[in-house]
Protein backbone atom coordinates (compact mmCIF):
# COMPACT_ATOMS: atom_id res chain seq x y z
CA UNK A 1 0.00 0.00 0.00
CA UNK A 2 3.11 2.24 0.70
CA UNK A 3 4.39 1.71 -2.43
CA UNK A 4 1.60 2.47 -4.04
CA UNK A 5 0.99 5.92 -2.22
CA UNK A 6 4.32 6.60 -3.19
CA UNK A 7 3.95 5.89 -6.70
CA UNK A 8 0.56 8.66 -6.66
CA UNK A 9 2.79 10.95 -5.64
CA UNK A 10 5.53 11.23 -7.42
CA UNK A 11 2.91 10.52 -10.72
CA UNK A 12 1.31 14.44 -8.85
CA UNK A 13 4.47 15.77 -8.67
CA UNK A 14 5.21 14.58 -12.69
CA UNK A 15 2.00 16.12 -13.64
CA UNK A 16 2.32 19.49 -11.44
CA UNK A 17 5.48 20.12 -12.85
CA UNK A 18 4.65 19.53 -16.59
CA UNK A 19 2.08 21.83 -16.39
CA UNK A 20 4.44 24.51 -14.73
CA UNK A 21 6.97 23.79 -17.76
CA UNK A 22 3.59 25.01 -20.01
CA UNK A 23 3.00 27.86 -17.77
CA UNK A 24 6.57 28.83 -18.44
CA UNK A 25 6.63 28.35 -21.61
CA UNK A 26 3.38 30.41 -22.45
CA UNK A 27 5.48 33.25 -20.36
CA UNK A 28 8.11 33.01 -22.12
CA UNK A 29 6.44 33.39 -25.64
CA UNK A 30 4.33 36.19 -24.00
CA UNK A 31 7.42 38.30 -22.66
CA UNK A 32 9.13 37.71 -26.18
CA UNK A 33 6.00 39.62 -27.61
CA UNK A 34 6.28 42.14 -25.48
CA UNK A 35 9.61 42.66 -26.31
CA UNK A 36 9.22 43.00 -29.65
CA UNK A 37 7.62 46.01 -29.21
CA UNK A 38 10.37 47.38 -27.41
CA UNK A 39 13.54 49.24 -29.00
CA UNK A 40 16.57 48.60 -27.36
CA UNK A 41 19.00 51.48 -26.66
CA UNK A 42 22.07 50.33 -28.89
CA UNK A 43 19.39 50.02 -31.61
CA UNK A 44 18.22 53.59 -31.65
CA UNK A 45 20.39 54.59 -34.56
CA UNK A 46 19.13 51.40 -37.55
CA UNK A 47 15.92 52.14 -35.43
CA UNK A 48 16.00 56.37 -36.47
CA UNK A 49 17.30 54.95 -40.56
CA UNK A 50 14.41 52.26 -40.81
CA UNK A 51 11.94 55.71 -39.96
CA UNK A 52 13.87 57.91 -42.39
CA UNK A 53 13.40 55.28 -44.95
CA UNK A 54 10.21 54.66 -44.28
CA UNK A 55 9.08 58.66 -44.61
CA UNK A 56 11.24 58.35 -47.67
CA UNK A 57 8.64 55.66 -49.28
CA UNK A 58 5.73 57.66 -48.38
CA UNK A 59 6.79 60.36 -49.98
CA UNK A 60 8.32 62.77 -47.16
CA UNK A 61 11.49 63.27 -46.01
CA UNK A 62 12.49 63.10 -42.11
CA UNK A 63 15.10 64.56 -40.76
CA UNK A 64 16.14 63.59 -36.69
CA UNK A 65 16.33 66.64 -34.52
CA UNK A 66 17.05 65.25 -31.33
CA UNK A 67 17.08 62.19 -29.09
CA UNK A 68 17.49 61.59 -25.72
CA UNK A 69 16.95 59.00 -22.65
CA UNK A 70 13.88 59.47 -20.57
CA UNK A 71 15.02 58.28 -17.17
CA UNK A 72 12.06 60.18 -14.75
CA UNK A 73 9.26 57.02 -15.08
CA UNK A 74 9.62 53.55 -14.17
CA UNK A 75 10.09 51.87 -18.05
CA UNK A 76 12.68 52.86 -19.86
CA UNK A 77 11.98 55.70 -22.62
CA UNK A 78 13.52 57.44 -25.28
CA UNK A 79 12.17 60.42 -26.91
CA UNK A 80 13.09 61.59 -29.84
CA UNK A 81 11.99 64.90 -32.04
CA UNK A 82 11.47 64.91 -35.75
CA UNK A 83 10.60 67.01 -38.32
CA UNK A 84 8.38 65.97 -41.55
CA UNK A 85 8.56 67.68 -45.07
CA UNK A 86 6.36 67.27 -47.99
CA UNK A 87 2.72 67.27 -48.93
CA UNK A 88 0.40 67.26 -46.34
CA UNK A 89 -0.64 63.74 -47.22
CA UNK A 90 2.70 62.57 -46.91
CA UNK A 91 3.57 63.89 -44.08
CA UNK A 92 0.07 62.82 -42.38
CA UNK A 93 0.80 59.58 -43.72
CA UNK A 94 4.42 59.64 -42.02
CA UNK A 95 2.65 60.61 -38.85
CA UNK A 96 0.33 57.84 -38.48
CA UNK A 97 3.33 55.04 -39.45
CA UNK A 98 5.17 56.71 -36.56
CA UNK A 99 2.53 56.52 -34.41
CA UNK A 100 1.12 53.23 -34.96
CA UNK A 101 3.78 51.16 -35.73
CA UNK A 102 4.63 47.74 -34.38
CA UNK A 103 6.92 49.16 -31.50
CA UNK A 104 5.83 50.84 -28.02
CA UNK A 105 5.17 54.55 -29.18
CA UNK A 106 3.44 57.57 -29.04
CA UNK A 107 3.22 60.95 -30.47
CA UNK A 108 3.22 63.79 -27.63
CA UNK A 109 3.05 66.72 -29.72
CA UNK A 110 2.93 67.63 -33.20
CA UNK A 111 3.21 71.25 -35.02
CA UNK A 112 2.10 71.03 -38.49
CA UNK A 113 2.69 74.46 -40.91
CA UNK A 114 3.32 75.08 -44.24
CA UNK A 115 5.14 78.41 -45.76
CA UNK A 116 3.67 81.24 -47.99
CA UNK A 117 3.93 79.73 -51.63
CA UNK A 118 3.48 81.08 -54.66
CA UNK A 119 0.50 80.74 -56.39
CA UNK A 120 -0.10 77.88 -58.14
CA UNK A 121 2.80 76.06 -56.61
CA UNK A 122 2.24 72.89 -54.57
CA UNK A 123 2.52 73.78 -50.63
CA UNK A 124 5.54 72.09 -48.62
CA UNK A 125 4.31 71.29 -45.51
CA UNK A 126 6.75 70.37 -42.63
CA UNK A 127 5.73 69.12 -39.17
CA UNK A 128 7.67 69.10 -36.11
CA UNK A 129 6.90 66.03 -34.02
CA UNK A 130 8.02 64.63 -30.61
CA UNK A 131 7.32 60.85 -29.34
CA UNK A 132 8.18 58.17 -26.79
CA UNK A 133 10.14 54.78 -27.57
CA UNK A 134 9.37 52.03 -24.89
CA UNK A 135 12.98 50.40 -24.57
CA UNK A 136 13.74 46.93 -23.24
CA UNK A 137 16.94 46.72 -20.38
CA UNK A 138 19.85 45.97 -21.86
CA UNK A 139 21.16 42.86 -19.26
CA UNK A 140 24.76 43.12 -18.38
Keep these: MYKRQQIRTVSEDALRAGKARETLASLSMDEASVH ?15 LEALASSLGSSLQVVSVSADTAGPRGKILVSVKITGS ?3 VVRTLGAIEYGPYDSAIANVTLDTPENEPGQTPVWSAVAAFTLGTQQTNP
Excluded: C
Design 36 to 50: AYLIRQEEIVPFLGR
Design 88 to 90: FES
